[in-house]
């Protein structure tokens, strides 16, 4: 544990070098990836049969007071099944790379440019 949180604080420091913005960014990103397995399953489950689910609701994070904090402060993903996550478009996307450069390999055609290429023509028609 201290040798992990050591590596932790040295990333943080010299991203924060390179990069100063990269720290916020992530900040601010890391909430649409706070999921774990039951939630992509559930999730998966509602893309593919969307007819079996009911309320669409957001769940929102209050205060004390019961009274939501402001319009931005919904609950993560792992609390709320409706609320926005990017942990599936991004396994998506990743899958879709791999799955090409597998494709290419099992045609004898492979070479690693065809990651990069697949990549940022992805990048490019999002």
């Known amino acids: 544990p201290a040798l992990a949180s050591y590596a932790n604080e040295e990333i943080k420091n010299r991203l ?9 960014v992530w900040n601010t990103l ?3 990836f706070h999921v774990d397995n039951k939630y992509v399953l ?3 489950k509602l893309l593919l049969f969307p007819w079996t689910h009911r309320d669409w609701a957001r769940i929102r994070v209050s205060d004390a007071t019961g009274d939501a904090v402001s319009t931005r402060d919904f609950a993560p993903p792992l609390r709320d099944i409706n609320s926005p996550d990017l942990y599936l478009p991004a396994m998506a996307f ?6 090409i450069g597998y494709i290419k390999g099992t045609r004898r055609a492979f070479n690693p440019e065809v990651l990069q290429d697949t990549f940022s023509t992805c990048l490019l028609t999002l």
């Open 16 to 24: 924060g070098s390179y990069a100063p913005n990269a720290s916020s």
């Open 42 to 44: 559930y999730k998966i």
């Open 30 to 32: 890391r909430h649409y």
């Open 94 to 99: 990743i899958t879709y790379v791999l799955t």
